[in-house]
């Protein structure tokens, strides 16, 4: 068997990650809202403090980010979404 074409498949990039100011009920939303992307992007209920504010954690799949920072503004319209930063 020819295993040198599988090779040189290279592994998917890392994911990226959002942090996401939003509540605790308005997380609800915002996790049914991306679940039905196919996978553009998974919210974590791992959050950190920041400024007296909880900001949560979202992993976006490689190269989606721009699309998932549209839909998230978008989500502003029904959900109390604050500040979103990039980070680790």
């Given at each position: 068997?020819?295993?040198e074409?599988?090779?040189?498949?290279?592994?998917?990039?890392?994911?990226?990650?959002?942090?996401?100011?939003?509540?605790?009920k308005?997380?609800?939303?915002?996790?049914?809202?991306?679940?039905?992307t196919?996978?553009?992007?998974?919210?974590?209920?791992?959050?950190?403090?920041?400024?007296?504010?909880?900001?949560?954690?979202?992993?976006?799949?490689?190269?989606?980010l721009?699309?998932v920072?549209?839909?998230?503004e978008?989500?502003?319209?029904?959900a109390?979404?604050?500040?979103?930063?990039?980070?680790p």
């Open positions: 068997m020819n295993w074409p599988l090779r040189r498949i290279r592994p998917p990039k890392d994911a990226e990650v959002l942090w996401v100011e939003v509540t605790d308005d997380l609800h939303f915002l996790d049914g809202m991306l679940m039905v196919d996978g553009l992007a998974n919210v974590r209920r791992e959050y950190r403090e920041h400024g007296g504010r909880k900001l949560f954690k979202l992993y976006v799949a490689p190269g989606q721009d699309e920072r549209r839909l998230v978008r989500a502003r319209a029904f109390s979404i604050g500040e979103v930063l990039p980070g």
